[in-house]
């Protein structure tokens, strides 16, 4: 009653990181508010081999639903054990991934119990509420801190009443860490067909292809990346030069992405990646509130742009004030020079 449910995400019998950095930050919640961390998890063959990727982030009890037809994902077996296993247990609070799948299983889950769902959330909090239509005082409540209206403002949403309160949240956003408190670490294996109807499984997945990632955006410590005040393609090879000499990644506004000189995987902020790196170069980016979201918590931030007054010199160490035209070569040349 009144616990903390983490949803986890599996490909095959690998947990997905997102999952682990939601149940790193699931412990924090459940930690101040009291209550525990549990978490679900679903597929086929699972039992022995996803436990330990699992509880050593600080989760008091794990279900593991291990079941033929559980794996590779579909909709409606997922919803059967969410639903009811929430009817059972009511959480007050559920975290999953804004992947594929969260994106998927969080509105049927929210829709079936009538609870709130927020979408890519940026950060979740605890806090207090206080209803001036109602009169009513709460306490304890999540708070689901999202960018809104296009990322022009950040808006907080509370679910007083509803339960589970729901949030979805991008891979990355959050940072995982193991647990080095003490968790009770229990773990049991539910009878399937008490969750899931045999209609649940009508749908059949017949062939299934997963692509590999293309680069490692998200896992480099030094990311290059460009706005529109990069001006080209053509600028952007430059950007690639200069990340393949620090060994980076390169990575892209929404509006280079728009403008077709970067391509949408390599997208950071709001409606793309969130990384963290040591170093963030961001080159020609005005820093708009989505674009910030992504990036916001890298180590070192370097700001190369024309406009001193840029939004992202805020935040950024180190400013250089001059075009990507001007700045970047020179940044090639003098690391090329010093780095023999």
């Known amino acids: 009653m009144d616990n903390v449910f983490v949803y986890v ?3 095959g019998t690998e947990v997905k990181e997102v999952s682990q950095e939601l149940l790193t930050k699931g412990r924090k919640l459940a930690n101040e508010l009291g209550v525990e961390l549990h978490a679900v998890v679903c597929g086929t063959g699972i039992k022995d081999k996803v436990e330990s990727q699992i509880l050593p982030y600080g989760v008091d009890k794990l279900f593991v639903f291990d079941g033929d037809g559980l794996f590779p994902y579909t909709s409606a077996p997922h919803t059967d054990i969410l639903v009811n296993l929430f009817k059972e247990e009511k959480p007050q609070i559920c975290l999953m991934g804004a992947t594929v799948i969260g994106r998927d299983l969080g509105p049927r889950v929210s829709s079936s119990l009538t609870s709130g769902l927020t979408a890519d959330c940026t950060q979740l909090e605890i806090g207090t ?24 403002i950040v808006a907080t949403i509370v679910n007083p009443d509803h339960r589970p309160q729901m949030a979805t949240v991008r891979s990355g956003v ?14 049991t ?13 009508v749908v059949k997945v017949l062939d299934r292809h997963v692509e590999a990632a293309k680069h490692n955006l998200k896992g480099s410590p030094i990311v290059v990346a460009g706005g529109y005040g990069v001006g080209s393609k053509e600028g952007f090879d430059t950007l690639f030069k200069l990340a393949k000499e620090l ?65 992202i010199n805020r935040i950024a160490d180190y400013v250089i004030t001059g075009t990507v035209e001007e700045v970047v070569p020179k940044l090639i040349k003098y690391y090329k020079q010093n780095s023999k």
């Open 9 to 11: 995400e599996i490909e």
């Open 247 to 311: 060994h980076g990644e390169v990575g892209a506004s929404r509006a280079a992405v728009d403008a077709g000189w970067a391509d949408h995987d390599r997208q950071i902020g709001q409606t793309g990646v969130t990384v963290h790196p040591k170093v963030y170069i961001a080159c020609g980016i005005s820093g708009q509130i989505q674009h910030i979201a992504g990036m916001q918590d890298s180590g070192i931030i370097i700001s190369i742009n024309s406009d001193p007054d840029a939004p």
């Open 189 to 201: 294996y539910p009878d399937v067909t008490k969750y899931v109807s045999k209609e649940a499984f």
């Open 129 to 152: 509420y206080d209803d001036k239509k109602s009169g009513k005082h709460y306490d304890g409540l999540l708070y689901q801190i999202r960018p809104a209206f296009g990322g022009n």
């Open 174 to 187: 959050m940072q995982k860490a193991l647990y080095e408190g003490q968790a009770k670490g229990e773990v």
